[in-house]
């Protein structure tokens, strides 16, 4: 059962504190994207990798985002210092580009307080 | 500026009757247009999609349609069932760059 799989599920942390999200895309898929959901811009791209190169971080705010692949099995979005306006929804999604649709793993509900 | 735009915030359809979804964009160099729906406290799922140089797409309920000279799609549900209750997602991908652009999403309520 194919799937893209993200830890945690929920993050609860104070502001100030870094956190890392973590995502393992589908075996085989070479194109990574991090999204983020609001309720205003829905669905915001922030960053995206092919073949574990960063390919367009420009939605990511510089100066405290971070998006990295270790390796192929492995992609991680970290935020430092964390902030409230960054509460929301982060999904990982990973595709190749011989098929048409990104699929997308449960996401990780952060809370910063 | 947003790219993909759905401007209906929410649509509310008695079952069994055809629920129409609404996307607009600006960008001619997407290739293919997708619709994701999405339950809560759940990632998107894909649903359909819609090669740009195709002006429809059936798969059982579901039906896309593309107008590239209006640059608008639309998502048909018939008949619609309380099980489509969810938020749907229109999405283009750009035809160079492979990357994904989603709207602000429309939630669907599908009434018995």
């Known amino acids: 059962d194919a799937r893209v799989t993200q830890t945690p599920r929920d993050k609860v942390t104070e502001m100030g504190q870094e956190v890392t999200m973590r995502c393992q895309p589908i075996l085989g898929h070479n194109t990574v994207f991090w999204y983020r959901q609001t309720m205003m811009q829905g669905l915001e791209l922030l960053a995206y990798f092919r073949n574990r190169a960063p390919l367009d971080d420009s939605g990511m705010p510089k100066d405290r985002f971070s998006a990295e692949m270790p390796d192929a099995t492995l992609a991680t979005l970290k935020i430092q210092p964390s902030e409230p306006r960054d509460s929301a929804v982060y999904f990982c999604?990973?595709?190749?580009?011989?098929?048409?649709?990104?699929?997308f793993g449960q996401g990780t509900r952060l809370t910063v307080v | 500026d947003q790219q993909v735009k759905q401007n209906s915030p929410s649509l509310s359809v008695q079952e069994g009757r055809i629920s129409i979804l609404n996307c607009d964009y600006t960008n001619s160099m997407f290739d293919y247009f997708l619709w994701y729906k999405k339950y809560p406290a759940e990632g998107p799922t894909f649903l359909i999609s819609i090669s740009s140089i195709k002006d429809k797409n059936e798969d059982g309920r579901f039906t896309v349609f593309l107008n590239k000279s209006a640059k608008h799609l639309s998502l048909h549900i018939v008949p619609s069932q309380p099980g489509d209750s969810a938020v749907y997602f229109c999405a283009a991908r750009d035809s160079g760059t492979y990357k994904y652009i989603f709207g602000t999403g429309t939630r669907l309520k599908v009434l018995a």
């Open positions: 999604a990973s595709g190749t580009t011989l098929n048409t649709e990104a699929f």
